[in-house]
């Protein structure tokens, strides 16, 4: 049973940045793409970001050049870096692990959610 915990959202104003953490149990964590979904109040869950274990990766249009995805296999973590935040970004930010190694692998597991809520 893979478990997946996030961390590291919070409030922030228009312009600022974030760092979200997800951290993995299982091994596994090393073998399958992973990612971030956000979903914000009356619509649908959509994806951010994927990356599969060789560092592959795929943005969604509208993060493309504000947010970077990384993660450290030896620790288990998938990393969101969000830069030059918007009040549109502010939603519940969902990791989770893939059902394959490709990077646009349909999610597996997820993660509880963390809130990210940007004020203008």
């Known amino acids: 049973q893979v478990q997946l915990v996030e961390s590291g959202g919070g409030l922030v104003q228009s312009g600022g940045s974030l760092r979200l953490s997800c951290a993995a149990s299982?091994?596994?964590?090393?073998?399958?793409?992973m990612g971030w979904y956000r979903q914000a109040p009356g619509k649908q869950r959509e994806l951010v970001a994927a990356i599969t274990r060789g560092l592959r990766t795929n943005y969604a249009d509208g993060v493309k050049g504000r947010f970077t995805i990384s993660r450290d296999n030896a620790k288990n973590t998938v990393y969101l870096q969000m830069n030059n935040l918007k009040p549109e970004d502010t939603a519940v930010y969902y990791c989770?692990?893939?059902?394959?190694?490709?990077?646009?692998?349909?999610?597996?597991?997820w993660g509880q959610g963390t809130q990210v809520t940007v004020s203008s």
């Open positions: 299982g091994s596994i964590f090393s073998i399958y793409a």
């Open positions: 989770y692990i893939g059902k394959s190694t490709i990077v646009t692998s349909p999610p597996d597991s």
